[in-house]
């Protein structure tokens, strides 16, 4: 199993910053895809970025410029760099972790944090 832990989400006015961290344990090997999810009440959700193990990344075209994923092996740890913030952006943000085991791909998620941007 892999466990997530995400931290770094709170109020911030339009405009600022806020830098979360996700951080896997537990059977980490093989890991090879991790990224951020986010859901507003009454929306769907939205895939914001993702970074594979060779460092490509992905971005929604709503955070594309804005927001930036990175990773760091040796903390077994993936960041997202949020600037620039809108109100827009408020929502609960999930790591995820996708893992390929003996018996196939496996998704694990974190217990998501609340990012709330005031205008």
């Known amino acids: 199993q892999v466990q997530l832990a995400e931290s770094g989400g709170g109020l911030v006015q339009a405009g600022g910053s806020l830098r979360l961290s996700c951080v896997a344990s537990?059977?980490?090997?093989?890991?090879?895809?991790m990224g951020w999810y986010r859901q507003a009440p009454g929306r769907q959700r939205e895939l914001v970025a993702v970074i594979i193990s060779g460092g490509g990344t992905n971005y929604a075209d709503s955070v594309k410029g804005r927001f930036t994923i990175s990773r760091d092996n040796a903390k077994n740890t993936v960041y997202l760099q949020m600037n620039s913030l809108i109100p827009e952006d408020t929502a609960v943000y999930s790591c995820y972790a996708l893992r390929t085991g003996p018996s196939g791909p496996n998704i694990y998620w974190g217990q998501g944090t609340q990012v709330s941007v005031s205008s």
């Open positions: 537990g059977i980490i090997f093989s890991i090879h895809t």
